[in-house]
């Protein structure tokens, strides 16, 4: 299966910053997600990372606020801009290709004071 | 539009004893089914899935699930729970978009705890 790699693992930021999170997979997938767990809750899509065109986002999350980049068949980017507290969440990518359903990275820990 | 129900959000048991999540899912057509467990600080890792065929599916870490249509359910089982199985449950429901065959929706999830 694949090995993906987020960075960072946590980070504390300050409200109206941003946050740049990688994903980094050691084998070429077709799909890529983007999922957020807010605390005490379960996971819920943000939106699907598409190489060569524009992220497709679930209702209740913009561009804006969410950029997501994916310039090739093993990285992504997710930006969480101009953060807010209630942005305070795990961030997740997962991943899906050949031989890989749906495995997921370790997560990054966004705390937002 | 598709959900999953896990109806326990908290369940204990002793160590060896036999365990059983359940998981109700709702949804139009066949449906891909997940279960994933998450380690307190840690990302999901996926136990075992369901796509289609034999409806009792092996996962690892010695779990099982299985497919009822009748019954929309998805229960995870174990013979015997190890303490180290204490951790959160999500179970998943796969959702046929077009392009990608595995956009996901989650239950809530199921704490498990162990009892030594």
């Known amino acids: 299966s694949a090995v993906i790699s987020q960075k960072p693992s946590r980070d504390i930021c300050q409200r109206g910053t941003s946050l740049t999170i990688q994903c980094q997979v050691d084998s070429q997938v077709t799909m890529m997600f983007w999922y957020r767990q807010q605390p005490g809750q379960s996971l819920t899509l943000i939106a699907t990372?598409?190489?060569?065109?524009?992220?497709?986002?679930e209702s209740g999350f913009v561009i804006d606020k969410f950029p997501i980049s994916r310039p090739n068949l093993t990285f992504s980017t997710l930006t969480v801009s101009n953060m807010s507290p209630e942005d305070s969440s795990i961030y997740l990518c997962?991943?899906?290709?050949?031989?890989?359903?749906?495995?997921f990275g370790n997560g990054t820990r966004l705390t937002v004071t | 539009a598709q959900s999953v129900t896990q109806p326990d959000i908290h369940i204990t048991v002793s160590e060896g004893a036999s365990l059983e999540l359940r998981c109700n899912y709702s949804y139009g057509a066949t449906p891909y089914l997940f279960w994933y467990v998450q380690s307190p600080g840690q990302g999901l890792q996926l136990l075992l899935k369901y796509f289609s065929g034999d409806t009792l599916v092996q996962g690892i870490k010695g779990f099982e699930a299985e497919f009822k249509r009748s019954q929309s359910s998805f229960n995870l089982r174990k013979p015997s729970v190890h303490w180290s199985d204490a951790a959160e449950y999500f179970c998943a429901v796969g959702e046929n978009s077009g392009g990608s065959n595995y956009k996901l929706t989650f239950g809530k999830g199921t704490l498990l705890t162990v009892n030594p």
């Open positions: 997962s991943v899906e290709g050949p031989g890989t359903p749906l495995h």
């Open positions: 990372a598409n190489q060569g065109s524009e992220a497709t986002y």
